[in-house]
C-alpha cells in the first residue's frame, strides 16, 4: 500500500538545557543589578537610590535568594548547587558550566524533574516572581500603584495650597 516506515529517535539535549540554564542565571543577574541600584548608596555622590531601603524591594531579594537556595524534592537533585548555580556577593548568580555539563551528562532525568513539575525549581521561581509582578496582585505592582495615587494626591494638595496663597 505505498507505506513508508519513519523512525523518531527522542534523546536529551544537554547543550539546550545548558543554554536555558545560562539565560536563567543572565536574567536573574540583570534583575539583581537593578535592585543592587535601587538599593545602594552611590559613593560618589553620598545619595540613596531610588528605593533604598523599600522593603518590597528587600522581600523580592530575599525571596529569590531563598527560592534559589532551598532543596526540592526528595531526588537526587535536589538544589541548584547541585547543578552548579550559586549565588555570588553582591547578590548575583554564577553558573559552573563544567559541574553543570557533567550532571546533565550523568543525571540528565534527575535534572528534567528538578527543574520541571508543578512543584520543580522552575515553577517555584515564576511563582516568586509572579507575586511581586503581577499586574494585578503583585507586591512591586501594587506598590507602583500605591506610589502613583499618592503623586496624585501630593500634586493636588500642592495645587489646593497654592491657590490658597494667591487667594
Given at each position: 500500500s505505498g507505506?513508508?516506515?519513519?523512525?523518531?529517535?527522542v534523546?536529551?539535549?544537554?547543550a539546550?538545557?545548558?543554554?536555558?540554564?545560562?539565560a536563567?542565571?543572565?536574567?536573574?543577574?540583570?534583575?539583581a543589578?537593578?535592585i543592587?541600584?535601587?538599593?545602594?548608596?552611590?559613593?560618589?555622590?553620598?545619595r540613596?537610590?531610588?528605593l533604598l531601603?523599600?522593603?518590597t524591594?528587600?522581600?523580592?531579594?530575599?525571596?529569590?535568594?531563598?527560592?534559589l537556595a532551598?532543596?526540592?524534592?526528595?531526588?537526587?537533585?535536589?538544589s541548584?548547587a547541585?547543578?552548579?548555580?550559586?549565588?555570588?556577593?553582591?547578590?548575583?548568580?554564577?553558573?559552573?558550566?563544567?559541574?553543570?555539563?557533567?550532571?546533565?551528562?550523568?543525571?540528565f532525568?534527575?535534572?528534567?524533574?528538578?527543574?520541571?513539575?508543578?512543584?520543580?525549581?522552575?515553577?517555584?521561581?515564576?511563582r516568586?516572581?509572579?507575586?511581586?509582578?503581577?499586574?494585578?496582585?503583585?507586591?512591586?505592582?501594587?506598590?507602583i500603584?500605591?506610589?502613583n495615587e499618592?503623586?496624585?494626591?501630593?500634586?493636588?494638595?500642592?495645587?489646593?495650597?497654592?491657590?490658597?496663597?494667591?487667594?
Open positions: 507505506s513508508e516506515r519513519i523512525s523518531v529517535t534523546a536529551p539535549d544537554p539546550a538545557v545548558l543554554e536555558t540554564l545560562t536563567l542565571v543572565t536574567a536573574y543577574n540583570e534583575i543589578a537593578v543592587q541600584a535601587q538599593n545602594t548608596i552611590d559613593p560618589l555622590t553620598n540613596g537610590g531610588p531601603g523599600d522593603s524591594l528587600v522581600s523580592l531579594s530575599q525571596r529569590l535568594a531563598s527560592g532551598r532543596s526540592y524534592g526528595n531526588a537526587d537533585i535536589q541548584a547541585q547543578l552548579g548555580i550559586t549565588l555570588k556577593s553582591g547578590g548575583g548568580l554564577q553558573i559552573d558550566a563544567d559541574q553543570l555539563e557533567a550532571v546533565l551528562e550523568s543525571s532525568e534527575e535534572v528534567a524533574r528538578f527543574m520541571a513539575g508543578e512543584d520543580g525549581f522552575a515553577d517555584q521561581l515564576r516568586i516572581a509572579d507575586g511581586f509582578v503581577d499586574p494585578k496582585n503583585g507586591l512591586l505592582s501594587l506598590r500603584t500605591n506610589t499618592a503623586i496624585s494626591t501630593l500634586r493636588q494638595r500642592i495645587e489646593d495650597a497654592e491657590e490658597r496663597l494667591e487667594s
